[in-house]
């Protein structure tokens, strides 16, 4: 079925498209290119140390911190296990000290969303407003002319009356939105 449509509005829309790390690897290497790279940095190291002891079944921990175990001789060293703990950051002045950790890769496109108006043929045609045509009675003078509607030469005297000429002002289209719409014939 045919229909009219009119276009009216474009907008800007943001589209976030990730992808993780191996989908990012099975692309090719110009779609890679549209793709930004999300990623944070780390580096670990020994928080504390760590001393398991049981006494009757129960783990008891000693944990002790850098310093002091590094006071510690290479014999009660050997009683403890570092515990490593991770600091995250998003950038860092000392990459040497952190590993980069990809977390995914991001695609930013700017799309148009573009809305329309379709409309039937019944509403398409209503799109152009006319005015009837109707009767004006003019009184012609040296300098134009007088004129009254049919109510008021109604309501004038026959010997005023004769002084008039009824003249038909014929229909006229007032408002045509039809140009703004185009027609979208039925697929055969």
Do not use: W
Not at 44 to 58: E, R, T
Not at 70 to 87: D, F, K
Not at 125 to 132: D, E, G, K, S, V
Request: glycine share 2%; charged share 15%.
């Amino acid at each position: 079925m045919s229909y009219y449509s009119n276009l009216v509005s474009i907008v800007q829309s943001n589209v976030v498209s990730n992808v993780t790390v191996a989908e990012y690897s099975s692309l090719s290497v110009d779609d890679q290119a549209d793709y930004l790279e999300c990623n944070y940095y780390s580096s670990n190291s020994a928080g504390y140390y760590s001393n398991l002891m049981v006494y009757d079944g129960i783990n008891v921990f000693s944990n002790i911190s850098s310093n002091a175990y590094n006071e510690l001789t290479p014999e009660q060293q050997s009683g403890y296990t570092p515990v490593i703990e991770y600091s995250n950051v998003t950038t860092t002045d000392s990459p040497h000290h952190y590993i980069k950790v990809v977390t995914h890769y991001s695609n930013l496109v700017v799309s148009n969303v573009v809305t329309y108006s379709n409309i039937d043929s019944n509403a398409y045609a209503n799109l152009i407003t006319t005015r009837p045509s109707f009767t004006v009675f003019r009184k012609y003078v040296p300098s134009g002319y007088f004129e009254i509607s049919v109510q008021e030469y109604a309501a004038k005297s026959l010997e005023e009356r004769a002084e008039y000429v009824a003249e038909t002002i014929p229909e006229a289209i007032t408002s045509n939105l039809q140009g703004f719409y185009t027609l979208v014939p039925s697929p055969e």
